[in-house]
């Protein structure tokens, strides 16, 4: 049974700051990698998605790494900003035939102004 | 265009009784997930559906628990005889195969 680890739990910085989200994972046969965002009461909304084949992937001021088989993965937000408080949740997609994204607990950030 | 979208948004119910939650994925995702969230258990993954494959119960908590896709788009998910730790979130997703889930705005179910 694939396991997610997030760290850390939670993060508090200063606005402006560079900062890393660790994620790893039990089961190196994924087929990709989900990073997630969830604000307080809403649903998630996907940030990256990074193919098993794939080393990184940037979008914006965010970059997410994959190293596959030491199961880890991170994301980097740089120049954070107060809008960027949330929870970010990483989800593995095992392969084979059921589809399903396996969550960590998530990092609740918060950055400060 | 339109995300994928749930209703009700929230749905307040009794021990015992059933409830249907219904979800609308984005036009032209041939998959679709639908996942909890509740405190104690974090998010946990529940049934998928991909075209007219059989779906994926594997994630299904109990036989109280079934789920269907009428004519491959909308879904709906049926509790019967809700218990109290039934209550969470149910969140539906819907993705192209093998591409990025895109999750509506969730259910939040409360079972007194």
């Known amino acids: 049974k694939q396991e997610v680890t997030q760290i850390p739990a939670a993060l508090s910085v200063p606005e402006g700051e560079n900062l890393v989200l660790n994620c790893s994972f039990t089961?190196?046969?994924?087929?990709?990698l989900q990073w997630f965002r969830q604000d307080p009461g809403k649903g998630l909304t996907s940030l990256l998605l990074?193919?098993?084949?794939?080393r990184e992937q940037t979008s914006g001021r965010l970059n997410a790494s994959l190293d596959k088989s030491s199961g880890r993965s991170t994301l980097y937000i740089a120049a954070s900003q107060p809008g960027d408080s949330a929870t970010y949740l990483c989800?593995?997609?095992?392969?084979?035939?059921?589809?399903?994204?396996?969550f960590g607990s998530g990092t609740q950030l918060t950055v400060l102004p | 265009g339109a995300g994928v979208s749930q209703s009700p948004s929230n749905k307040v119910t009794e021990k015992g009784k059933d409830v249907e939650l219904r979800c609308d994925p984005i036009?032209?995702?041939?998959?679709l997930y639908w996942y909890r969230q509740s405190l104690g258990q974090g998010l946990e993954f529940l049934i998928y559906?991909?075209?007219?494959?059989?779906?994926?119960k594997s994630g299904l908590p109990s036989d109280r628990f079934s789920a269907e896709r009428t004519g491959g788009s909308v879904s709906t998910l049926t509790i019967q005889r809700t218990q109290q730790e039934d209550s969470a979130v149910y969140l539906c997703?819907?993705?192209?195969?093998?591409?990025?889930?895109?999750f509506g705005p969730g259910t939040r179910l409360t079972v007194t």
């Open positions: 997703a819907s993705s192209f195969p093998a591409r990025e889930q895109y």
């Open positions: 089961d190196s046969a994924i087929y990709n």
């Open positions: 990074i193919q098993s084949s794939q």
């Open positions: 989800a593995p997609e095992l392969s084979g035939s059921a589809r399903q994204l396996t």
């Open positions: 036009s032209g995702h041939t998959a």
């Open positions: 559906f991909q075209g007219n494959s059989a779906p994926d």
